[in-house]
């Protein structure tokens, strides 16, 4: 009979063991919460039945009443990260990533590094990412990457029947420039459901939200269909993917003064002259709010790193000047940048590395002091390019 009875008090479950150790056999979890009878406790473990077995959990996640008085866990030991690994694999599979990213990956993660991404690769970044204060979902993808300080720059697939190391047909080995891939896609302005089915086209997890597995998935499938592998997601590209892509409705005005430049500070550091467009012209009045928004949060990052000026190099960039620079460089700038919408900031601080500002922005953004929205570094011009433009997990690239 029944000695008394246990809750389970661990956030992410409690494991059951075949035997008393956490070594033995895993039978299943129990989430946190459930009470189930004890039967017996011995050197910290209880033995209840689950699923008409004998198991045991251990008692320092549970409250017990009745039996002996119970002991009361801290947070370290058993617990288990909950997640759907099946779900992880397939998103992990998806990635597109070299055999040796996989493997840098799997090594940083604790798992066996044999560069082939499986359950328990899965479940060694679940454990890594709770433990980097990361959502643990065991899915590798930017955010994570960039946790673990590597990237993804080099988009390989392989066939698996590669063997001489030259390339086969049907496998693709295509380098690509990710950070103007994804500031350009970014600009592109499709709806996120634009972005749900061109990720479904290229194989990757259709989010609606276009970060560098999307451009490199792009750039795999634009090699494959004869078009230049550049990863960015342009007329031809849509044309050949038979996609018709839908656009978010643009808030720029068709016309507006240049000379209107509002008198003094955004917020306490920043003003509105920073933030003119190089063309000359000001931030039009119906973008402000945002610019305000913006200026809100990058007030947060200039005090999180010791308060040093931060210097704009392009806040707000007008439609005309914007197609000027398009004349120039048709690729390389794109047809509606976040810029345009007055909500985002190219920026430099004086003495603190790109590196620096992009992590301190993310963790920021991870701890919920400023806005998640857009993350590019641009290490060569050495300037961090932030946008408020929201979202529940951070656009990356
Ligand atoms: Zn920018």
Redesign the pocket.
Same mark, same amino acid.
Request: contains cysteine; hydrophobic residues 25%; glycine residues 8%.
């Given at each position: 009979m029944a000695e008394g009875k246990a809750t389970v008090d661990a956030n992410g479950g409690l494991n059951v063991r075949q035997k008393a150790s956490k070594d033995s056999k895993k039978l299943g979890t129990l989430s946190n919460g459930t009470t189930v009878d004890y039967y017996s406790d011995n050197s910290g473990w209880l033995q209840i039945k689950y699923s008409g077995k004998t198991g045991y959990i251990m008692k320092s996640y549970t409250h017990t009443t009745g039996g002996a008085t119970g002991a009361q866990g801290s947070s370290k030991g058993d617990t288990n990260v909950k997640f759907d690994v099946d779900k992880a694999v397939e998103y992990n599979k998806k990635r597109n990533y070299s055999k040796d990213l996989w493997k840098q990956i799997q090594s940083k993660a604790g798992a066996t590094a044999d560069g082939a991404p499986g359950k328990e690769t899965a479940k060694a970044i679940a454990q890594w990412q709770g433990s980097h204060g990361l959502t643990a979902d065991g899915m590798c993808g930017a955010g994570t990457l960039q946790a673990m300080g590597l990237s993804s720059s080099t988009a390989t697939e392989s066939s698996s029947k590669k063997e001489d190391g030259k390339t086969s047909s049907g496998s693709a080995n295509v380098s690509i420039d990710v950070s103007s891939a994804v500031?350009f896609n970014n600009s592109l302005n499709y709806t996120s459901d634009t972005w749900k089915k061109i990720q479904a086209k290229v194989s990757v997890h259709a989010d609606g939200d276009p970060g560098p597995n999307t451009a490199n998935a792009i750039a795999i499938w634009q090699n494959k269909n004869g078009l230049k592998a550049d990863g960015k997601c342009g007329d031809k590209t849509l044309a050949k993917m038979g996609i018709k892509a839908k656009t978010k409705t643009s808030s720029n005005p068709s016309s507006y003064s240049t000379t209107d430049v509002p008198k003094g500070n955004i917020t306490a550091h920043f003003t509105w002259d920073q933030f003119k467009c190089k063309g000359g012209e000001a931030v039009p009045s119906n973008l402000r709010d945002g610019t305000r928004r913006l200026c809100q949060n990058l007030e947060v990052v200039r005090e999180e790193l010791g308060g040093k000026p931060i210097k704009i190099v392009?806040g707000y960039r007008s439609k005309a000047y914007n197609e000027k620079l398009r004349e120039k460089d048709p690729v390389g700038v794109a047809k509606h940048?976040? *810029?345009m919408d007055g909500i985002?900031? &190219?920026i430099r601080i004086e003495g603190v590395k790109v590196e620096k500002i992009y992590n301190t922005i993310y963790q920021l953004g991870k701890s919920g002091k400023i806005k998640k929205g857009g993350l590019?570094k641009y290490v060569s011009s050495n300037?961090v *390019?932030y &946008?408020v433009r929201g979202g529940s997990s951070w656009t990356t690239w």
């Open positions: 500031e392009c940048s976040k *810029h985002a900031a &190219d590019g300037f *390019h &946008d």
